[in-house]
């Protein structure tokens, strides 16, 4: 069990969160994006993984060659301070971007401040508590297919698939394929015993509130 926690740990790492909102807002209205289909997005994805996953994942291996942490799973509320300082910086670059580039729709904008929020939230928070990185980003995952569900109105999700072909699938399965996934990810957090339940239940809360007042702000 603990080897599929970790599993699950690392594919839904809260650096790769962002991706998977900007995939599954593709998916449900390619069209929002000013595409046909999701294979028309590998520019945005190429900018979304660099600046949300590779630099910032960059600058933590540089930390750990210095010495300023150990490893990074970022055990210590301490060693989380210089890779929170790094990605706060990256992702207020990304969302500057996205804001100045007029062909990128609202939903965008919103995923993209939540995250921020959320980011920051966790920044302050992390000097009371050690408040878990992975459930605030899957409340953040669960609120953004709660809006694309609910706020956006899209119905179905066409999944690209290799060779050309697309899986439709309803809104509905994809939410609450994300809710289980969601609940998955925390419960991996508490076998591995990396936090407690109210590290998780203030993450999760932390990252479904901030998509919902990025929304309320640019709606």
């Keep these: ?16 969160v962002l991706t998977y909102m900007t995939l599954i807002l593709l998916w449900t209205n390619p069209f929002s994006f000013g595409w046909r289909h999701v294979a028309e997005a590998d520019m945005l994805l190429i900018i979304m993984i660099m ?6 994942g960059l600058a933590v291996l540089m930390m750990k ?31 500057l971007h996205v804001t100045k580039a007029e062909s990128f729709p609202v939903s965008l904008r919103i995923a ?38 609910w706020v956006f109105g899209y119905e179905y999700a066409e999944i690209g ?3 050309g072909a697309n899986l439709v699938v309803p809104v509905n399965i994809l939410l609450y394929t994300t809710i289980l996934i969601a609940g998955l ?11 407690e339940r109210k590290d998780i239940y203030t993450g999760f809360i932390l990252g479904f509130m901030s998509i919902m007042i990025s929304w309320m702000i640019l709606k």
């Design 1 to 16: 069990m603990k080897v599929i926690a970790r599993g699950l740990s690392i594919i839904f790492h809260p650096l790769f």
């Design 65 to 95: 060659m210095l010495g300023w942490v150990k490893n990074f799973e970022l055990e210590t509320q301490a060693e989380r301070i210089g890779p929170f300082l790094v990605a706060g910086v990256m992702y207020l670059s990304l969302y």
């Design 112 to 149: 993209v401040l939540g995250t921020l929020i959320s980011l920051w939230g966790c920044f302050f928070i992390n000097s009371i508590m050690k408040i878990s990185l992975h459930a605030t980003g899957m409340g953040g995952l669960v609120a953004i297919t709660v809006l694309t569900k």
């Design 51 to 56: 600046t949300t996953i590779t630099l910032p």
């Design 161 to 163: 698939l290799p060779g």
């Design 185 to 195: 990810v925390c419960t991996s957090r508490l076998l591995v015993k990396a936090h």
